[in-house]
């Protein structure tokens, strides 16, 4: 079974911080993402990643930035946390091998508040 | 840019009956996947149903099934004998075909499926 793990399941910030999310992946997928989560608006993207030291921009990144130093690692930074960032983060990963859209495969989410 | 449109925020059916979800969405794009993703409360997202979409041929998975209309822009979710586990947000996603499958997900907001014993 692919296993996305993610370091905290909640998190409490202070306005300003720099805060990490961490995202790990067992299965050897080249792909990973990073979603956020916010009632009434279904999940949307941050940042992906499909390559060691290579990632994209989704479409909210702003804010947000990512690293991906070790394939099955991927990190999601807060340079500066502000309230507005308060909400549910989501990992996943795809397998990248093959044409067409992999299934992506979720960690369980980080819920995130900024005070 | 693509959209996907879930028009019901939230669904109510009795157990063991038949529940359908709705999702429409719009890309200019021929080919591409779409998705059926289901998160129960507190729980992880996991994947329900995945359809091709140069496959005519609906998706079904065991009790799951989609009703997959090109043409239309519609891919509907047909759960049969509900059970009690199937409570949970129920999200449709689309995705791009590319090489690699290196694309990030377009989630609807989601459809809140509540049982009813």
């Known amino acids: 079974d692919v296993k996305v793990t993610q370091s905290s399941r909640y998190l409490v910030k202070r306005t300003g911080e720099k805060v990490f999310l961490e995202c790990v992946q067992d299965m050897d997928h080249e792909n990973m993402f990073w979603y956020r989560q916010d009632p009434g608006l279904g999940l949307r993207l941050i940042y992906f990643?499909?390559?060691?030291?290579?990632?994209e921009k989704g479409d909210i990144p702003e804010g947000y930035s990512v690293s991906r130093e070790k394939k099955e690692r991927f990190s999601l930074i807060l340079e500066s946390a502000s309230t507005n960032q308060t909400s549910m983060y989501l990992c996943?990963?795809?397998?990248?091998?093959?044409?067409?859209?992999?299934?992506?495969?979720f960690g369980p989410g980080t819920r995130l508040t900024v005070l | 840019a693509q959209t996907v449109t879930q028009s019901q925020p939230e669904m109510s059916v009795q157990e063991a009956e038949t529940v359908t979800l709705s999702c429409t969405y719009d890309t200019s794009e021929s080919d591409y996947y779409l998705f059926w993703y289901k998160q129960p409360p507190s729980r992880q997202m996991i994947l329900v149903i995945r359809?091709?979409?140069?496959?005519?041929q609906n998706a079904t998975e065991n009790r799951f099934s989609v009703n997959f209309q090109k043409a239309a822009k519609s891919f509907s979710l047909k759960i049969s004998d509900s059970q009690l586990g199937d409570a949970a947000m129920y999200f449709c996603a689309y995705g791009r075909y590319s090489g690699g499958g290196a694309d990030g997900l377009t989630f609807g907001k989601g459809t809140h499926l509540i049982i009813q014993p």
């Open positions: 996943a990963s795809s397998l990248g091998y093959g044409a067409g859209t992999d299934t992506q495969y």
């Open positions: 359809q091709e979409a140069y496959k005519q």
């Open positions: 990643s499909y390559d060691v030291k290579m990632k």
